[in-house]
């Protein structure tokens, strides 16, 4: 499932949540502790990945070529 997916699904939730005076039913509970982990799941491979912008690591080294 992708992520925009999980996450429709996620913000779908928790507006029947609030819909429904803050109680979810046991399928709806569980559906929402399964997109819950795959979410998880995906930000943690993000991070495996080094696909998120971290604002205090330091720049790499540019490699700079001699011109002859």
Do not use: C, G, W
Not at 39 to 53: P, T
Request: cysteine-free; overall charge positive.
């Amino acid at each position: 499932m992708s992520t925009s997916k999980v996450l429709k699904e996620l913000f779908q939730l928790k507006k029947e949540y609030v819909d429904q005076n803050f109680q979810f039913t046991t399928t709806q509970r569980d559906k929402y502790a399964e997109l819950l982990n795959k979410r998880r799941e995906i930000v943690s491979n993000y991070y495996k990945n080094d696909l998120v912008f971290k604002p205090n690591a330091s720049p790499k080294p540019l490699v700079k070529e001699e011109v002859k």
